[in-house]
């Protein structure tokens, strides 16, 4: 204590509230710091669920529209199926043709 002013209570009273008013103001700038963070964090959240959930409906439409064009294609055993009908068809025809005309072949030599 060489300065005999640091020693007196006003003094002293004076520096401690100077000191007060500082580490309060820093704490309340602190906690608008943390605030805004805060603040910022959630927007960020926001924005990234936002786009989660845009992609994932983006991801289920394609895969809707996938399995609508899915159903749009034959399989393999779809279309042995057609051709075995098709040909069965095609096989009946060409009898009946042949009864037709062997009987109109009787029915004009007759």
Same mark, same amino acid.
């Given at each position: 204590?060489?300065?005999?002013?640091? %020693?007196?209570?006003?003094? *002293?009273?004076?520096?401690?509230?100077?000191?007060? /008013? !500082?580490?309060?103001?820093?704490?309340? #700038?602190?906690?608008?710091?943390?605030?805004?963070?805060?603040?910022?964090?959630?927007? %960020?959240?926001?924005?990234? *669920?936002?786009?989660?959930?845009?992609?994932?409906? /983006? !991801?289920?439409?394609?895969?809707?529209? #996938?399995?609508?064009?899915?159903?749009?294609?034959?399989?393999?055993?779809?279309?042995?199926?057609?051709?075995?009908?098709?040909?069965?068809?095609?096989?009946?025809?060409?009898?009946?043709?042949?009864?037709?005309?062997?009987?109109?072949?009787?029915?004009?030599?007759?």
């Amino acid at each position: 204590m060489d300065n005999p002013t640091d %020693a007196d209570p006003l003094v *002293l009273a004076e520096k401690i509230a100077a000191l007060d /008013r !500082h580490v309060t103001s820093e704490f309340r #700038g602190l906690r608008e710091l943390l605030k805004s963070q805060r603040e910022s964090d959630q927007l %960020a959240i926001k924005t990234a *669920l936002d786009a989660s959930q845009e992609l994932a409906a /983006r !991801h289920n439409d394609l895969i809707r529209h #996938g399995e609508q064009k899915d159903a749009t294609y034959a399989l393999k055993e779809d279309t042995k199926r057609l051709e075995a009908w098709q040909s069965r068809l095609t096989g009946g025809m060409v009898i009946l043709a042949v009864i037709g005309i062997s009987n109109l072949w009787k029915i004009w030599t007759g």
